[in-house]
Structures are given as structure tokens and as C-alpha cells.
């Protein structure tokens, strides 16, 4: 799948659908914001959200007063995104191929925050640009949040192939550069009632990585 065509696939996706009707809406995000230690988000963050696409966690994190970088491939879901948030300041934002190399000029950020993107990479090329700009963005001491289809999650979702990660996976491209703070399985319930197992991980890079 080229890069247009993936971008068109996720374009009709976001124009077709309401929010509250996709797989991976969350009306309650409170499981990712408490995966979280209280301090971190205490005081003004530079965020990095991959895939941003419409989420709710957008408003919740805007309100804390941090200042974030909204990624996602889809310019619909970008566009329905700045729509509802009314244009604020302290967001910059990034349409783009996470498979693909980012732009310099992006600032260095303290959080990544990834849920659901990475398990959409399925050649190992695409998998290793992802993390060279993670490793690249993320300051001494930032954090990561990576929330993605487990061993015993599903094979597809929005009609494309996943890859699925156990710990030792997500541990196998994290360490010893970042150190795991957290981990753990969750049963996340799409709006139609169906059950998604994810395997949430925390890691902090160390200052000397």
C-alpha cells in the first residue's frame, strides 16, 4: 500500500464514519491518562500523540496545559480535529506517514503517546523509520506510551493486516535505551460491544541514552 493510497484508505474511514461509531473510540480515556504518574502531568508537557486522528484525549490534555503535536495520516481526521478544538494555540500539527522520516525542524517532546498506531506497521523498513523518530524526539528522561494490539488481539482492524506485540516485542526496540516503568494488559470495548485485547507499556529514557 503506497503511502496515498493509505492515506485515502484512512480519509474515507474518518469522512464515513461519526467519531462515536469507530473502533477505537474512547469516550472515557481515563485508563490512558492514570497509566500516567500523577507528577508527569502535574506541569506543561511538550506531547507528541501519534495518530491523533479524533481522539477525546486531545481536549483532556489541552485542558492540563500542555502543548501538543497532533500526528495522524489522515488530513480528514486532522481537519475534523482542528474543526472541533477551534484552532488553539499551544497545538502544532503534523499530517504524516509514521513509517516514513518526520520533519527536522519538529521540537524535542517529553511524552510520546501511541495508541494503536505502531501494530498498523507491518514491514520491519516502515517499523524502524517509527522508531528513528521516536528515539530521535523524545528528550533524556521523556516518556512513552505505547498501547497496542496484544498476542491475543485482532489479526486486522479497519480492514487492514496488524502486527500484534507481547512485551519482549515492545522491549526488544525500547531497551536499554528506555527503561520499562509499566505495564499491562487491557480489554478495551469498542463501541459495538466487541473486545480488543491491547498491551499498554511505560517506558522513560534514561539521561544517559
Not at 479524533?54 to 475534523?80: C, F, P, W
Not at 489479526?155 to 536499554?176: H, I, K, Q, W
Request: net charge neutral; proline share 6%; charged share 20%.
Amino acid at each position: 500500500m503506497t503511502n496515498n493510497s493509505k492515506q485515502r484508505h484512512w480519509d474515507q474511514i474518518f469522512n464515513s464514519k461519526p467519531n462515536e461509531s469507530l473502533g477505537w473510540f474512547e469516550k472515557d480515556i481515563s485508563y490512558t491518562l492514570d497509566f500516567f504518574p500523577t507528577w508527569l502531568l502535574d506541569t506543561p508537557q511538550t506531547i507528541f500523540i501519534a495518530g491523533a486522528g479524533t481522539s477525546q484525549l486531545v481536549e483532556a490534555l489541552l485542558a492540563m496545559g500542555h502543548r501538543l503535536i497532533l500526528n495522524d495520516i489522515s488530513v480528514e481526521a486532522l481537519t475534523k480535529l482542528r474543526k472541533r478544538l477551534d484552532e488553539p494555540g499551544n497545538v502544532t500539527w503534523l499530517p504524516a506517514d509514521l513509517s516514513k522520516a518526520l520533519p527536522d525542524d519538529l521540537p524535542p517532546v517529553d511524552i510520546w503517546i501511541d495508541r494503536a498506531v505502531l501494530h498498523f506497521l507491518i514491514e520491519e523498513a516502515a517499523i524502524q523509520s517509527y522508531f528513528v523518530s521516536l528515539y530521535r524526539l523524545v528528550k533524556k528522561d521523556g516518556h512513552v506510551l505505547l498501547a497496542e494490539f496484544s498476542e491475543s488481539g485482532a489479526e486486522r482492524c479497519a480492514g487492514l493486516p496488524v502486527r500484534r506485540y507481547s512485551l519482549a516485542d515492545m522491549n526488544a526496540r525500547m531497551v536499554p535505551a528506555f527503561t520499562l516503568k509499566k505495564h499491562a494488559h487491557y480489554d478495551y470495548v469498542t463501541p459495538a460491544g466487541g473486545q480488543r485485547p491491547y498491551l499498554y507499556a511505560l517506558y522513560q529514557r534514561s539521561q544517559y541514552s
